[in-house]
T-cell receptor, first 114, second 117 residues
């Protein structure tokens, strides 16, 4: 079936560097994408989202890029801080196919070295 | 606002026992969801509800039942727990998901860690 996956299961970066977390998706009909952050022992927390009619969206220290041609999503975190250490999930919605439900990828663990 | 709350936070069951997990939200959201999360995996949808009195199956519904008698509450039941149901359970809620809405994010609770021996 359709799925959302991740290129890298773990990512280690130095504090202050920029981080890039990648996500591949297989459903070309997906309309909406979300990035979630999950800290240890907590529930997922919304970071940023993007609609399929956009290719870039910026938030505070975070940028999401969407390349529909190659079905690729990325999350860029600027000046990574120790508090950014967490597991990051991408998720997608195909409004026509999944009843509006989110389909989650497996996640990438980001470790920030001081 | 408390957001999404879950009760209990931790629970240990023996095989065959039953229990109910409670989820409550105070955001007046129409939609509510139950997920399970296993080590090294993403979240998998168990059941969901698009309104009071309605429920629907998700990706992994077997062994679970749900009820949405009140808009703010969504209950997940395990009638006869099995070791394969050891997991962390997350509840989430959202506004009605529509194509025209700019943001369709789900808001998650803190999770319930369940161990079935």
């Amino acid at each position: 079936g359709e799925s959302v996956g991740l290129h890298l299961p773990t990512l280690s970066v130095q504090e202050g560097d920029n981080s890039i977390i990648n996500c591949a998706y297989s459903n070309s009909a997906s309309d909406y994408f979300i990035w979630y952050k999950q800290e240890s022992g907590k529930g997922p927390q919304f970071i940023i989202d993007i609609r399929s009619n956009m290719d870039k969206r910026q938030g505070q220290r975070v940028t999401v890029l969407l390349n529909k041609t190659v079905k690729h999503l990325s999350l860029q975190i600027a000046a990574t801080q120790p508090g950014d250490s967490a597991v990051y999930f991408c998720a997608e919605i195909d409004y026509g196919g999944s009843q509006g439900n989110l389909i989650f990828g497996k996640g990438t663990k980001l470790s920030v070295k001081p | 606002n408390a957001g999404v709350t879950q009760t209990p936070k931790f629970r240990v069951l023996k095989t065959g026992q039953s229990m109910t997990l409670l989820c409550a939200q105070d955001m007046n959201h129409e939609y509510m969801y139950w997920y399970r999360q296993d080590p090294g995996m993403g979240l998998r949808l168990i059941h969901y509800s698009v309104g009071e009195g309605t429920t629907a199956k998700g990706e992994v519904p077997d062994g679970y039942n749900v009820s949405r008698l009140k808009k703010q509450n969504f209950l997940l039941g395990l009638e006869s727990a099995a070791p394969s149901q050891t997991s962390v359970y997350f509840c989430a809620s959202s506004l009605r998901v529509t194509r025209v809405r700019a943001h369709n994010e789900q808001f998650f609770g803190p999770g319930t860690r369940l161990t079935v021996l």
